[in-house]
């Protein structure tokens, strides 16, 4: 087994780049490196917690004050899986601190280095926690959404959420809190992230669609759905749920219903071309 599969690919966001020329003009290099580190850390924390569990990474990226793990995973995986996933980052800041408290009595690395980092270790664990996508507490925020609602409605919103969220907190630092680049670069990225994901919901839904198609998910429950023989398709699709597969009842005119397994309603969906018309539509057809 080579290294390879053992690291991960690790990209520099745009904006990190401009926060490195800016350190090297403004003489605060070390500082930047001490944020980078404990990043690093960070994400290596949810890296090899995924890896534990057997999730497929692509890469990671980093950004000030935080980075992201790139996986197709989210919203396929057990919840406990997510969860655990979700708060090893988070949990580093635990370890960063206990070897800092070891540092801070010898003379191997500057004290004001370790002052430094306990301050951003601090900064970075609360900044990580907020309720907003695609931070730790934002992905917190959809696990525990997407427990009590169906997949679809719960994405949607903890993305709305985290807009509003993203916004007042911005008005909040631009009218209450001296000015800094550095947060205006940080809302900026949050802004874009959550523009970007939001446009993008559609797909992010048709890939849990796919996954569950593929067998690649990890249903426990049965829970039943119960619709008109009006319904199309996405309709269906809007009421599944994570860690559950369903058992559709369509309820046919005069009364009568009809069963059918997920499965069948997805294989219609991606290879019977039935998006567009009903339920009852396709079971007149097929039947």
């Known amino acids: 087994m080579t290294g390879r599969k053992f690291m991960p690919a690790v990209h520099i966001h745009p904006i990190l780049l401009i926060f490195i020329i800016i350190s090297f003009l403004t003489g605060t290099f070390i500082e930047l490196m001490v944020i980078l580190t404990i990043v690093l850390i960070h994400e290596l924390g949810h890296f090899t917690a995924a890896k534990w569990f057997g999730w497929r990474i692509r890469g990671i990226m980093l950004w000030i004050f935080g980075g992201v793990m790139d996986t197709d995973e989210h919203g396929t995986r057990p919840f406990h899986e997510e969860v655990c996933v979700t708060l090893a980052g988070p949990l580093q800041h635990l370890f960063i601190y206990l070897v800092l408290f070891l540092l801070s ?25 907020l309720p907003v996508w695609p931070l730790d507490g ?65 797909y992010v839904f048709i890939r849990f669609l796919l996954l569950r198609y593929h067998g690649e998910n990890h249903l426990r429950r049965v829970q039943p759905i119960e619709v008109s023989h009006h319904a199309i398709l996405m309709d269906i699709f809007s009421c599944f749920r994570r860690d559950k597969t369903h058992t559709i009842y369509v309820i046919l005119p ?12 997805l294989y219609s969906y991606f290879h019977g071309q039935y998006y567009r018309q009903s339920i009852g539509e396709i079971i007149s057809q097929v039947s």
């Open 254 to 265: 005069g009364g009568r219903r009809r069963q059918m397994d997920e499965m069948e309603c």
């Open 138 to 202: 934002g992905k917190l925020v959809l696990l525990v959404l997407s427990e009590k609602l169906p997949y679809r409605k719960a994405y949607d919103y903890s993305i709305m959420f985290s807009m509003i969220l993203n916004v007042i907190l911005a008005l909040f630092v631009l009218f209450f809190m001296p000015f800094t680049l550095s947060a205006f670069l940080l809302f900026s990225f949050l802004v874009m992230e959550n523009r970007r994901d939001w446009k993008q919901r559609y």
């Open 105 to 129: 009595g010898s003379e191997i690395i500057p004290p004001f280095i370790v002052e430094t980092a306990y301050v951003y270790n601090t900064a970075i664990l609360l900044f990580n926690l």
